[in-house]
């Protein structure tokens, strides 16, 4: 089974950006969607973006509306989540997703370790 394995967390100040990469490791990574996960100490999970296979379709959180962009590189079997103008309430951990099936059943079966993101103030 495809595997996913990501990249680009770390500790950064109110105002930064950062960048997320999550690499599949197969060809088969173009049929998937992709969906972007966080979790907070304490806070369940929140799906704060999806993409399908080929990039047209992309949704986010109201939560995060404005300020993460997702996209992927097929070519690269890579799935991006850009984070901009981050804040506190930001700090979580960042899981990518990714399932065929899911732009119909809202389910992943597959997942990556997740990077922690921290947001100091």
């Known amino acids: 089974q495809m595997q996913l394995t990501e990249s680009g967390g770390g500790l950064v100040q109110a105002g930064d950006s950062l960048r997320l990469s999550c690499q599949g490791s197969?060809?088969?990574?173009?049929?998937?969607?992709v969906g972007w996960f966080r979790q907070a100490p304490g806070k369940g999970r929140e799906l704060v973006a999806t993409?399908?296979?080929?990039?047209?379709?992309?949704e986010y959180a109201d939560s995060v509306k404005g300020r993460l962009t997702i996209s992927r590189d097929n070519a690269k079997k890579t799935p991006y989540l850009k984070m901009d103008a981050l804040q506190p309430e930001d700090t979580a951990r960042y899981h990518c997703?990714?399932?065929?099936?899911?732009?119909?059943?809202?389910?992943?079966?597959?997942w990556g370790e997740g990077p922690q993101v921290t947001v100091s103030s």
């Open positions: 993409i399908n296979s080929l990039g047209k379709t992309v």
């Open positions: 997703a990714a399932d065929y099936f899911a732009p119909t059943t809202g389910q992943y079966d597959i």
């Open positions: 197969d060809r088969t990574f173009k049929i998937y969607a």
